[in-house]
């Protein structure tokens, strides 16, 4: 079965210093991966798709498929960073059917 | 355009009764998702509709519903509602259903159900 595992609730760091966000799945397909963020009183929003291979707001992500990983990193964290970080599995790689991880809260201390 | 709009924001219901949400997509989208959110959790994908089918459907009970019209906007049905049904539920539009193209999420309708 499908699904999608993020082990911190909550991770902590102090502006400029590194992160990452911790993302592992479990899936038989080929795996289509993203990474969704929610600012503070604001809508749930793509950050990146792995597939892009972009990088966004100086995130990036690398699908690792021998750890069937998809960690988030960004070298230099910025306060305007804190946010909910969802890590999401498109199920059949088809239209909007996601599983999406329990969420990471990042919060980036001045 | 306002994007995604969801009504009502919040709403409050009575265990066994029966509650209709509503979603309007942005402007040209011909697809729209719903997804339930319990407190603390991811959401969890319950529907997919594009141009009045259902396209994808989640696990979930047949006491949920949802239908498309004409003019895109959608409509999620949860009846003999249950204490666990308590949740955002949120809506999400896009311009196609296959492969993929991103999509764009509404702000929410938070149900309680007492």
């Known amino acids: 079965a499908q699904r999608v595992t993020q082990p911190e609730k909550l991770l902590s760091v102090f502006k400029g210093a590194p992160v990452e966000l911790k993302c592992n799945y479990s899936y038989s397909g080929s795996p289509e991966l993203f990474w969704y963020v929610q600012y503070s009183r604001q809508r749930l929003q793509l950050l990146l798709r792995?597939?892009s291979r972009e990088s966004i707001k100086g995130f990036t992500a690398d699908l690792n498929k021998g750890e069937t990983s998809f960690h988030l990193k960004k070298p230099f964290a910025q306060e305007e960073d804190s946010a909910m970080y969802y890590c999401?599995?498109?199920?059949?790689?088809?239209?909007?059917?996601?599983?999406f991880g329990p969420g990471t809260r990042l919060s980036v201390l001045p | 355009d306002a994007g995604v709009t969801q009504s009502p924001t919040h709403l409050i219901k009575t265990r066994g009764q029966q509650v209709t949400l509503r979603c309007s997509p942005i402007s040209g989208h011909k697809s729209v998702s719903w997804y339930q959110q319990v407190l603390g959790q991811g959401p969890q994908f319950i529907f997919q509709?594009?141009?009045?089918?259902?396209?994808g459907r989640g696990n979930f009970p047949d006491r949920f519903s949802a239908r498309q019209f004409p003019n895109y906007s959608s409509e999620l049905n949860v009846n003999a509602l249950l204490l666990g049904d308590s949740a955002l539920y949120l809506c999400?539009?896009?311009?196609?259903?296959?492969?993929?193209?991103?999509?764009?999420f509404g702000q929410g309708t938070r149900l309680t159900v007492v």
């Open positions: 509709y594009y141009e009045k089918e259902e396209r």
């Open positions: 999401a599995l498109q199920v059949d790689n088809y239209g909007q059917n996601f599983v």
């Open positions: 999400a539009s896009s311009l196609e259903d296959r492969g993929w193209t991103e999509a764009f």
């Open positions: 792995h597939i």
